[in-house]
């Protein structure tokens, strides 16, 4: 594609070997761009304790009007981050349930009930996900569908049922890349079917079909932790910088009254860290100096192709997790030059998302 350059990184940057992973970042933030999201886990919540169940884990408010979606967190009775999910209130007593794994799933069985009102059911195996997002994500989906696909027809985080082309889906409206778009789900057998619908409309548009490395940058870019890489059970929301997540003003819910402790003890804060020099090469899992000590370390990296620098994220004590700070990146025998940037680094007025 024409348009921004691309770094070439140093001969054993092993991460960054690929130009490709820059022209899909580059397409999905100026065209549109096509995601395999299906090996994400996805649960189903039914009946008629589902709602009180569900608020009874997560720390939002989740037993919102049909059609709504809440990104929240699944905290242990310590306060710490057992998942981050989002919560889709597909009908009065069924929800979808954005998960990251197997854990999730015995998580929420080992808190069933036990009077019978409230089923999990994992429906990853006979469901697929497609995710379309970008620009020009609406001119792609749009004339596929009698639904309204404006931004009236279907806001932000909201969901509803449609048809795309002769395909059955639930659209939600979430992007972890930072565009505009819809995450698209359907049946296994109906999912070649709904790619190869897309991918006809958005081919002539200059869409493309991307990758993880593209969603690793965009995600960056745009501020989104993942868990078990950026933020683990040992951290808490305050520190792990989702506290946005948190509702305290809710009905209790597990790990509530640790949080209630926790809040004012911030001592070590997940950071975003910025990088001049393209060719420098940070993997995750790095040390991080201030002057001769090790004072953290890196959980995320990716070069941000939208902003033209390198992005680390790195757990830091609070007191420089300010922005303008520098540090130094330990990579082997290097010490490759940082600083502490606000985020987000791309978009911060949300424009984009919300267009």
Same mark, same amino acid.
Not at 93 to 107: E, P
Not at 308 to 334: N, S
């Given at each position: ?29 100026? #065209? ?12 189903? %919540? ?11 884990? !997560?720390?939002?408010? %989740? ?6 979606? +809440? ?44 009077? &019978? ?9 006979? +469901?697929? !996900? ?47 890349? &930072? ?7 359907? +049946? ?82 997940? #950071? !975003? ?14 040390? %991080? ?6 004072? &953290? ?59």
């Amino acid at each position: 594609m024409q348009g921004r350059s691309i770094p070439a990184p140093n001969d054993w940057a092993a991460q960054f070997w690929s130009p490709i992973v820059g022209a899909e970042a580059q397409a999905t933030r100026e #065209t549109v761009a096509m995601y395999d999201m299906t090996a994400l886990k996805r649960l189903e %919540v039914t009946g008629p304790g589902a709602a009180a169940f569900l608020e009874r884990l !997560c720390t939002g408010k %989740v037993a919102k009007s049909v059609g709504s979606v +809440t990104y929240t967190l699944l905290l242990d009775h310590d306060g710490g981050i057992r998942s981050d999910i989002t919560v889709a209130r597909l009908a009065r007593d069924r929800f979808q349930v954005g998960a990251n794994g197997n854990l999730d799933l015995d998580w929420f069985s080992r808190h069933l009930p036990a009077d &019978g009102t409230v089923q999990v059911r994992d429906i990853t195996p006979g +469901t697929c !996900c497609i995710g379309l997002w970008g620009p020009l994500a609406r001119k792609v989906l749009q004339p596929l569908t009698d639904e309204d696909f404006s931004n009236e027809g279907l806001k932000y985080f909201r969901a509803k049922r449609a048809y795309i082309g002769s395909v059955p889906v639930t659209a939600m409206r979430l992007s972890y890349v &930072g565009e505009l778009g819809w995450e698209l789900y359907t +049946t296994a057998d109906q999912g070649l079917k709904l790619w190869d619908t897309l991918w006809q409309a958005a081919k002539p548009l200059g869409g493309v079909i991307a990758g993880r490395g593209a969603f690793n940058s965009l995600r960056l870019e745009k501020g989104y932790r993942s868990f078990g890489t950026d933020m683990t059970y040992e951290h808490d929301p305050y520190e792990a910088g989702v506290g946005f997540a948190v509702k305290l003003d809710k009905d209790d819910f597990i790990g509530k009254a640790a949080l209630q402790r926790r809040k004012s003890e911030v001592r070590r804060k997940l #950071t !975003c860290l910025t990088i001049d020099d393209p060719h420098s090469v940070v993997m995750g899992k790095e040390p %991080v100096y201030d002057g001769g000590r090790a004072v &953290g370390y890196v959980t995320s990296a990716a070069y941000g192709y939208t902003i033209g620098k390198g992005i680390a994220y790195a757990w830091l004590p609070a007191e420089l997790a300010v922005p303008g700070t520098p540090v130094r990146i330990g990579y082997f025998d290097q010490r490759i030059e940082a600083v502490v940037a606000e985020e987000p680094l791309f978009d911060p007025t949300m424009s984009r998302l919300r267009g």
